[in-house]
């Protein structure tokens, strides 16, 4: 197994962009716009820095928190009916079984290249928090896109808003510094809006029905053989959008 120190390269950037977020936002959207010094100053202070923090924690907990392994002691009990041990395949019937970790593995598991195990409920490998999204950490980085999208939204608004002020004279001697600012925090809030709220409606998807990426595009295969061969396909684990969000039925693990 890979070391999983937590640190690298694009979780660097992710930081980076959160901070410079966060200093823009509240020493030049909200102090060009209300004043830190006044009531809408500080309240939009104190909120955006809520949000802000409940990023970083957030954001924190998916790059820590261990995605969920495969105990060394499962063995898939072959006499269960209820038990969906066999893979789904063309020619179809084998145990689950990886050949990598040479180990049985549960349910909606999957080997991850990256960390280089079998990883449980695993949706995807993200590089943006250096590990595997899966059944320990997908509650929190969905709760970390659902922030990061608030903030990016409420800070675009808040920098489109300061924009709508006169400048102070003693800003106007500074402006070319002010306009890079904001130059930069567009390029860097607009392709962020759009690319984390198309994030945050596709595990909204896919948590109404009950899937993970990887079964998503597993589906889209099994629909295509099923048509093929003049059945219909429906996925084994969508009890329907209530069930799907309130019962732990829908989430099998070991």
Known sequence: ?????????????VVLAILYVYLSTVFIFIERWFGLMSSPGVFNAIVFTFIALMCVFTYSVSVF????????????????????????????????????????????????RVC??????????????????????????????????????????????????????????SGDSFRTAYIISGLLLIPLCVALGVLLGWHIYLILHNKTTIEYHEGVRAMWLAEKGGNVYTHPYDLGAYENLTTEKSKICP
């Open 116 to 173: 280089k195990r079998c990883v449980l409920r695993m949706d995807h490998h993200c590089i943006w928090i250096n590990n595997c999204v899966g059944h320990a950490n997908y509650k929190v980085f969905f709760i970390f896109v659902v922030y990061a999208v608030i903030a990016c939204i409420y800070s675009l608004v808040l920098l489109v808003g300061s924009l709508t002020i006169d400048p102070p004279k003693d800003e106007l001697q």
């Open 65 to 112: 928190t261990d995605p969920g392994r495969v105990p060394a002691t499962y063995s898939p009990d072959i006499e269960d009916p209820d038990n969906p041990i066999h893979e789904i395949k063309r020619k179809g019937g084998d145990l689950r079984y990886c050949q990598k970790c040479s180990q049985y593995k549960p349910p909606r598991a999957h080997h991850c």
């Open 1 to 13: 197994m890979r070391d999983r120190s937590g640190f690298s390269l694009p979780v660097t950037v």
